[in-house]
T-cell receptor, first 115, second 113 residues
Framework: DAGVTQSPTHLIKTRGQQVTLRCSPI?????VSWYQQVLGQGPQFIFQ???????GRGNFPDRFSARQFPNYSSELNVNALLLGDSALYLC??????????????FGPGTRLTVL | AQSVTQPDIHITVSEGASLELRCNYS??????LFWYVQSPGQGLQLLLK??????LVQGIKGFEAEFKRSQSSFNLRKPSVHWSDAAEYFC???????????FGTGTRLQVFP
């Protein structure tokens, strides 16, 4: 079975631009979460979506937004990019069928560089 | 607030030597604990997890971890390290009834032949 897939692999943007990152979960998984990993740090939770509804949000500004589609894929949008947004953006999927802790499986990430 | 501490930023071992990576967590209730491994430029791969039951859990690639409630620890061990184990290792905790993972800052493992 295919794992979590993310696109694009790499992305270079300039300050002030907007970016959209995409994620497809493992087949049968209904929950998608997004994490930001700055170089040298552990991943930081941004959002979780389940059945197209936001289930959780981390401590990130409103420039960050996300959505989930009927096929459970997801997009992460970041507006008005700052240099500090340069990071590896990781998507993770889980079954998410109940409000309980479930194992999350990660994709390879999208490397965003903001110049 | 929940948090995870990985005291060792960088560890170097010889191939064939044993390994222990430390992880301490701060969480009021019974935690859900995970260890992930990340190779350079890659995503995270799940090594093992602890939800409940036996406090010694076995994972992939010959890794194991032991949950010690009294010490708030979940240390990762491997009896004999291989050169391919060189990577970054992350410990994470998930609060009860959420999928939100709180990660430590990671431990970089270097393996010498």
């Amino acid at each position: 079975d295919a794992g979590v897939t993310q696109s694009p692999t790499h992305l270079i943007k300039t300050r002030g631009q907007q970016v959209t990152l995409r994620c497809s979960p493992i087949s049968g998984h209904k929950s998608v979460s997004w994490y930001q990993q700055v170089l040298g740090q552990g991943p930081q939770f941004i959002f979780q979506y389940y059945e197209k509804e936001e289930r959780g949000r981390g401590n990130f500004p409103d420039r960050f937004s996300a959505r989930q589609f009927p096929n459970y894929s997801s997009e992460l949008n970041v507006n008005a990019l700052l240099l500090g947004d340069s990071a590896l953006y990781l998507c993770a999927s889980s079954r998410g069928e109940t409000e309980s802790t479930d194992t999350q499986y990660f994709g390879p990430g999208t490397r965003l560089t903001v110049l | 607030a929940q948090s995870v501490t990985q005291p060792d930023i960088h560890i170097t071992v010889s191939e064939g030597a044993s390994l222990e990576l430390r992880c301490n967590y701060s969480y009021g209730a019974t935690p859900y604990l995970f260890w992930y491994v990340q190779s350079p430029g890659q995503g995270l791969q799940l090594l093992l997890k602890y939800f409940s039951g036996d406090t010694l859990v076995q994972g992939i690639k010959g890794f194991e971890a032991e949950f010690k409630r009294s010490q708030s620890s979940f240390n990762l061990r491997k009896p004999s390290v291989h050169w391919s184990d060189a990577a970054e290792y992350f410990c994470a905790v998930a609060p009860y009834n959420t999928d939100k993972l709180i990660f430590g800052t990671g431990t970089r493992l270097q393996v010498f032949p």
